[in-house]
């Protein structure tokens, strides 16, 4: 076992570490309030909204994260310079960093799962609470603040920690592009110092530790719920 | 009976002259049976050609030998050279301290160029100074990666890696970078294609052997000093003699290697 790649590059795991933990929380939050409104919109929505939102979540949960990541980044991305004037007027958005496609991709693609989600907690909640939210004389959003949305997401938080899990484990995808995520750092060693096993192993014991946080994490409020048997 | 038998020998005996008929040769040369073009491959007549068969055929005749070129596989190429299969690796073997452990090495006969390549619409300047600010892609943990880490990223250039090569090339097609570095002779490939129509070549960086080593040299057994020198001094005389720089005409490969330099 060779161990001394650890300490002199520790400034470049954590640089990796950053980029990760930056994915999967961004992508997580944006992506569950987009998440949100496309649940309620295949559930309330009239047919065109209804339509729309379930075709987003076929294309998201129907192709390989990888292939919507390479589609915006290589595909839409190398398409701006051919825009006329785009090269003279709109530079910064040839020049976006990588890492905003990475961003945009993640969060969509999380969008897209947790809204089919939300979609079934949403109409796990019995009617009856509904009615009686409204029978109080509660204005609908009010409803939907206050009653609907608390029950449904509660009931749904199991569900979302595995989602999140996965989504961590996704992120390592970002190290195709020039992007250097934890897994592009270790990789970067791999490559410089010839030693294939140890950073591997490190990197699987990072991602395990990270696992355990957000398990925690989402028991810590899963606890908070009272059950009622 | 006896007659048809004698025919026999007579015709095994031939074939088996013939069959050894290299061995007449005074220096087997040993080369990898994978192409590598256009250093050593095979026409359509399965006769090898290249810029390294060409350089061959040249130092052979200015040391006085006569060459032949013995097939082997790359994996097995230092074991044959032990062997006595045959006399020499031409293969473009790059000079390495490891390998040097087993076997003696030539002088550098060629190195690939580190070349960096841009835009058509940008100037030919393409010194550390003159690329402050700009971005310029280049393949994780190579030998360029580490020549940029030295001579540029401190100048104020902006360094972004890539797991491979093409991924850079295909960002420098669609304009996320100013300019890549890699190797000469991989580059060229690019150029011509259509995706490379956007950029030219700026030139070579200048060679730092610490970064990007001392190129490829014929690997020779340690016990043969002699043909060591003899070597070393026919790769000289054809610096001298200009004979380099035709034969990197006839293969267009100006700008993408460098020979060893006149004395």
Known sequence: MHWGWLVPHLPLLFHGLQITLLILVFSVVVGFILAVPIGLAQVTGGPVARTIAKAYCSYMRGTPLLTQLWLLYYGVGSLFPMIPGMRE??????????????????????????????????????????????AIGMSSWKVLSRVWFPRAVLQVLPTLTGEVIGQLKSTP???????????????KIRQDTYIIYEPLLFLALVYMILTFIITRAFGYFENMIPKRK | MTKTKTLLMA??????????????????MG??????APFTSKDA????????????NALCADIGEKCAIEEVAWDG?????????????????????????TINFSNMYYNSAAVIIGAKSDDKDFSPE?????????????????????YYEPKGAVIKTYATQDEANADLAAGRLDYIMADGVALGAFLDSSQGGCCEQKGAVPIDIDILGPGVGFGIRKEDTA???????????????????????TWKLEGKVVTPAKK
Do not use: C
Request: glycine fraction near 6%; charged fraction near 20%; aromatic fraction near 12%.
């Open chain 1, 89 to 134: 007027n709109f530079m910064w958005l040839i020049r976006l960093d990588a890492i905003y496609y990475v961003l945009f991709a993640f969060t969509l693609n999380f969008a897209g799962y947790e809204a089919e989600v939300m979609r079934g907690a949403f109409l796990s909640v019995p009617r009856g609470e509904l009615e009686a939210a409204r």
């Open chain 1, 173 to 187: 995808l970002a190290f195709t592009l020039p992007v250097m995520d934890l897994m592009g750092a270790t990789s």
């Open chain 2, 11 to 28: 015709a095994l005996a031939a074939g088996t002259m013939f069959a050894a008929a290299p061995a007449y040769a005074d220096l087997k």
């Open chain 2, 31 to 36: 080369v990898a049976a994978e192409p590598y």
């Open chain 2, 45 to 56: 007549s399965g006769k090898w050609v290249g810029w390294e068969v060409d350089f061959m």
């Open chain 2, 77 to 101: 190429i230092i074991p044959a050279l032990q062997a006595k299969k045959f006399d020499m690796i031409m293969s473009s073997m790059s000079i390495t301290p490891e390998r040097a452990k």
């Open chain 2, 130 to 150: 003159h690329l402050k600010g700009k971005t310029i892609g280049v393949q994780v943990s190579t030998t360029h990666a580490a020549y940029l880490a030295k």
């Open chain 2, 227 to 249: 043909l060591l020198d003899k070597v070393n001094k026919g790769i000289q005389d054809l610096a001298n003699n200009g004979t380099f720089d035709k034969i990197t005409a």
